[in-house]
């Protein structure tokens, strides 16, 4: 491991770790300052990373795009939601523009695809559509009709992982991105059970496993490109 390489990992790390440190003591002002680092530094480690050769493959900029404007999200989303619904509306399209970069990343890669892992992925994505749809539509409240559609960027990215499994690319490192997107779901769907007044978890669950699932789906990412 180069100096780079140590120095990107203990940033990532340490912003990490002040981030989810000031969401347990509520400290707002320091979380305030440390979320918007969390993807930047990622995207250094990602770059750091990368083997030898990749930087000039497999559409490079969609990964910088992807954690780009995942940081626009995350910027907006530090807004409180009742006094500006609209910042929320604005995090939720940066997130959905990011998702929609992960998974053209996973579809165009160099790494081998398999059209019957995208499909039975596509059942399963349809699934938790329907799981989602009855969590958020026919509960007890009705939800924003904005929620729904931008559940799709996440299927997307979910399906796209998918069809690499077992084709060019080792098992491990495409399970590694698909728990990444699965954890990473299961965090927006907190916010969104939040956002209907059916809150789930707090800040800390939603933060950590959002944190965690980006860091797999990346680690996943490198890799794939290792083979």
Same mark, same amino acid.
């Given at each position: 491991?180069?100096? /780079?390489? @140590?120095?990107?990992?203990?940033? #990532?790390?340490?912003?990490?770790? =002040?981030? =989810?440190?000031?969401?347990?003591?509520?400290?707002?002002?320091?979380?305030?300052?440390?979320?918007?680092?969390?993807?930047?530094?990622?995207? @250094?480690?990602?770059?750091?990373?990368?083997?030898?050769?990749?930087?000039?493959?497999?559409?490079?900029?969609?990964? &910088?795009?992807? !954690?780009?404007?995942? %940081?626009?999200?995350?910027?907006? +989303? !530090?807004?409180?939601?009742? $006094?500006?619904?609209?910042?929320?509306?604005?995090?939720?399209?940066?997130?959905? *523009?990011?998702?929609?970069? #992960?998974?053209?990343?996973?579809?165009?890669?160099?790494?081998?695809?398999?059209?019957?892992?995208?499909?039975?992925?596509?059942?399963?994505?349809?699934?938790?559509?329907?799981?989602?749809? $009855?969590? +958020? &539509?026919?509960?007890?409240? /009705?939800?924003?009709?904005? !929620?729904?559609?931008? %559940?799709?960027? +996440?299927?997307?990215?979910?399906?796209?992982?998918?069809?690499?499994?077992?084709?060019?690319?080792? &098992? #491990?490192?495409?399970?590694?991105?698909? &728990?990444?997107? @699965?954890?990473? %779901?299961?965090?927006?769907?907190?916010?969104? $059970?939040?956002?209907?007044?059916?809150?789930?978890?707090?800040?800390?669950? *939603?933060?950590?496993?959002?944190?965690?699932?980006?860091?797999?789906?990346?680690?996943?990412?490198?890799?794939?490109?290792?083979?």
């Amino acid at each position: 491991m180069s100096m /780079k390489q @140590a120095i990107a990992l203990l940033l #990532y790390a340490f912003d990490v770790a =002040l981030c =989810l440190f000031n969401i347990k003591r509520k400290n707002s002002r320091v979380y305030t300052a440390t979320k918007p680092f969390l993807m930047p530094l990622l995207l @250094a480690v990602y770059l750091l990373f990368l083997p030898e050769g990749a930087m000039g493959r497999n559409s490079q900029i969609l990964v &910088v795009l992807a !954690l780009g404007f995942h %940081t626009l999200g995350d910027i907006f +989303l !530090l807004f409180p939601r009742n $006094r500006s619904r609209q910042m929320f509306y604005l995090g939720m399209l940066c997130f959905f *523009v990011g998702h929609i970069s #992960y998974a053209l990343w996973f579809a165009k890669a160099d790494i081998g695809h398999s059209a019957k892992a995208a499909v039975v992925a596509v059942f399963v994505a349809l699934a938790f559509q329907y799981m989602i749809f $009855r969590q +958020l &539509v026919l509960g007890p409240r /009705k939800y924003a009709p904005k !929620l729904m559609p931008y %559940t799709f960027g +996440l299927m997307a990215v979910f399906v796209s992982i998918a069809s690499t499994l077992g084709h060019g690319s080792p &098992v #491990y490192a495409t399970l590694l991105s698909l &728990v990444g997107i @699965a954890l990473f %779901t299961f965090s927006d769907f907190c916010i969104m $059970r939040r956002m209907v007044r059916l809150p789930l978890f707090g800040q800390m669950t *939603v933060m950590s496993t959002y944190i965690l699932g980006q860091s797999l789906i990346i680690a996943g990412m490198l890799l794939m490109q290792k083979v």
